[in-house]
């Protein structure tokens, strides 16, 4: 069965520190990895989209990694800011389908305190 | 900022009843989605399209209907809303017809709450 563990299920950390969140996947054959951010009661929001041959994608003070090998991502978020309390959801999408059929983590909620 | 938008935000409604979930986006994007997502869980695709008159059903088995008579409106309707019917739903839209094509992106509206009492 294929699937999406996002690791930790919840995080606080402090105005202005850093952080990092993990992805593993099992979905295959594999086509990319997205991650999103969903503000609570809205939707998801798009941050970064990496495929196969890439390494490292960053946004701003978002910056993701991509090991296909070990089929794990991590999301580092840089200098954190109150508006980034948010959950970070971790998106695999196959190749073995016309849609391209995505694979949803639980996401991780992450708390930033002033 | 994505142009797709669903309303209502927030509904809450008795059993029995029938409503209708709207989603319109102003991109032209050909294919469009059905998401349900309940707190602290994965959202679980119920309904996609590839574009006008196309329709399918989604991983997780669904009770409603979608329609897809214009390429920006894409409603889903409940004949008759249970209690197990309460979550969030999301729609989303992304470029291009059919085939692969890593660079789609999923654009999202901001969900309609549904409460089925």
């Known amino acids: 069965k294929n699937q999406v563990e996002q690791s930790p299920q919840s995080l606080i950390i402090l105005e202005g520190k850093n952080c990092t969140l993990q992805?593993?996947?099992?979905?295959?054959?594999?086509?990319?990895l997205r991650w999103y951010k969903q503000d609570t009661g809205r939707g998801p929001v798009s941050l970064t989209i990496m495929t196969f041959s890439e390494n490292t994608k960053s946004n701003g003070r978002y910056t993701a990694t991509l090991d296909a090998d070990t089929k794990q991502s991590s999301l580092h978020i840089t200098a954190s800011q109150l508006s980034d309390s948010a959950s970070y959801i971790c998106?695999?999408?196959?190749?073995?389908?016309?849609?391209?059929?995505?694979?949803f983590g639980r996401g991780t909620q992450l708390t930033v305190w002033p | 900022e994505a142009d797709i938008y669903q309303t209502p935000r927030y509904l809450v409604i008795g059993t029995g009843k029938k409503i209708t979930l709207e989603c319109s986006q102003t991109?032209?994007?050909?294919?469009m989605y059905w998401y349900q997502q309940d707190p602290g869980m994965e959202l679980h695709l119920i309904h996609y399209s590839y574009g006008v008159n196309s329709t399918e059903k989604g991983d997780l088995s669904s009770e409603s209907t979608v329609s897809r008579i214009r390429t920006e409106h894409f409603p889903l309707t409940l004949e008759s809303a249970r209690p197990s019917h309460t979550s969030q739903y999301l729609c989303?839209?992304?470029?291009?017809?059919?085939?692969?094509?890593?660079?789609?992106?999923?654009?999202f509206g901001a969900g309609t709450r549904l409460s089925v009492l």
């Open positions: 989303a839209s992304s470029e291009g017809g059919r085939g692969l094509s890593p660079k789609n992106i999923q654009y």
């Open positions: 991109m032209g994007h050909d294919k």
């Open positions: 998106v695999v999408s196959d190749r073995g389908s016309t849609l391209g059929r995505l694979y």
């Open positions: 992805c593993n996947y099992t979905v295959s054959p594999f086509s990319n």
